[in-house]
Each structure stands twice: as C-alpha cells, then as structure tokens.
T-cell receptor
Framework: TQLLEQSPQFLSIQEGENLTVYCNSS?????LQWYRQEPGEGPVLLVT?????EVKKLKRLTFQFGDARKDSSLHITAAQPGDTGLYLC????????????FGDGTTLTVKP | NAGVTQTPKFQVLKTGQSMTLQCAQD?????MSWYRQDPGMGLRLIHYSVGAGITDQGEVPNGYNVSRSTTEDFPLRLLSAAPSQTSVYFC?????????FGSGTRLTVV
C-alpha cells in the first residue's frame, strides 16, 4: 500500500496569515488530488496535478506537484475563515481506477 | 444533477446485524469506490469497481461485500456488524483522476 503523509495534522491561524500544507510519500504517483472537507459532508475536489513540477492556482490557493511526483504542497495566501476545513491529499497509483490513497488530512482553523 | 447519492445518512446497528449501504450515481462514470473514514486515519479503501460486473478489494475489505450490477448502483453490504465497523462511509464515482463523493453514511455499531 502506498502511503501519504500530511503535515501538519492541525493548524490554527489568524485571518490574513499565509500557510502551507505538505503531502509526502516515498512512492511515485501518476497524479495527485487535493480535497477540502467540511463537517458532515464528503470531500470536495479542489485540484488535480499530473505533471512533475506542475503548479496550479485556484484564487488564493497554490498547489505544486514535486518534480519526482512523490510529494505536493498546498499554499494559502491571506487565509480567510471560509478556508476552515479538513484538507486531504490523495495519490493515484496510475490506474485511475478508484484506488487512490488518501493522506490523514490537515485540519485548518482560521480565526477572524 | 444529484452526483452521488448515499442512503441512509445515519444508522445504528446492533452487533451481528447485517445491512446494506446504498450508493447511486447519475454521472455515468465507470469507476466507483467505497471508503471509510475514522478519526485521525483519513480515508481507507474498502472495495472498488471498474465497471458493471467487476469489483475488487481495497485496503480494508474484511466484513464487507459489494456488487455492481449496473453502472449507476454500487451497494456496500455489512455481513455481520461489529463495533470496529463504526465509522463514516463514503461512496465515490471517479472520472479523470478526481473523485465525486457522496455525503456519507454515519454508522454506529453497538
């Protein structure tokens, strides 16, 4: 089983601060996804990165896929209370067949 | 579009009881998966399917069965519920690397 380690596990910051969440593995993934989950709901897909070194931006969120396709990061600029939630990374082993491995998640709290 | 629909949303079972968690999608995606989510342990794959009539085991399949008679439906059966199966269960349809999840079934086994 391919493992994904996320850090930090918990993060509590003030509105307006910047933050970075990391997702690391010793395995190579063909693609990596980031999801955001709110209490009582299923995870919602934010982005998919496919190419090593790829950088994608979604408003104040910047996602990067490592050159070796073993790690990824999520950077949030000027965090807002609406960014509060559980952030999950997931790695696809290459089959795109519904077998993705998920990290344990980072719980982000942004205080007003 | 409803996306992925899971029922029921909440369920309490007694140890030894059996039940079926329902999952239906209206996106015509071939790939579907079942995950369970426990505190501090992320999402773990139970079973997955690459199309109607084809299923396979994931990381934690023991105590669960699945079937996929149609593209739309992917039910998960608990054969004899145990307290260790207390969890939140998510069904997902997969397309182009990304998952669309249902809103989950919160199951408590007492």
């Amino acid at each position: 089983t391919q493992l994904l380690e996320q850090s930090p596990q918990f993060l509590s910051i003030q509105e307006g601060e910047n933050l970075t969440v990391y997702c690391n593995s010793s395995s190579v993934f063909s693609s990596l996804q980031w999801y955001r989950q709110e209490p009582g709901e299923g995870p919602v897909l934010l982005v998919t990165v496919v190419t090593g070194g790829e950088v994608k931006k979604l408003k104040r969120l910047t996602f990067q896929f490592g050159d070796a396709r073993k790690d990824s990061s999520l950077h949030i600029t000027a965090a807002q209370p609406g960014d509060t939630g559980l952030y999950l990374c997931a790695g696809d082993p290459g089959t795109n067949a519904g077998k993705s491995t998920f990290g344990d998640g980072t719980t982000l709290t942004v205080k007003p | 579009n409803a996306g992925v629909t899971q029922t029921p949303k909440f369920q309490v079972l007694k140890t030894g009881q059996s039940m079926t968690l329902q999952c239906a999608q209206d996106m015509n995606h071939e790939y579907m998966s079942w995950y369970r989510q426990d505190p501090g342990m992320g999402l773990r794959l139970i079973h997955y399917s690459v199309g109607a009539g084809i299923t396979d085991q994931g990381e934690v399949p023991n105590g669960y069965n699945v079937s996929r008679s149609t593209t739309e439906d992917f039910p998960l059966r608990l054969l004899s519920a145990a307290p260790s199966q207390t969890s939140v269960y998510f069904c997902a349809a997969v397309y182009n690397y990304g998952y669309t999840f249902g809103s989950g079934t919160r199951l408590t086994v007492v």
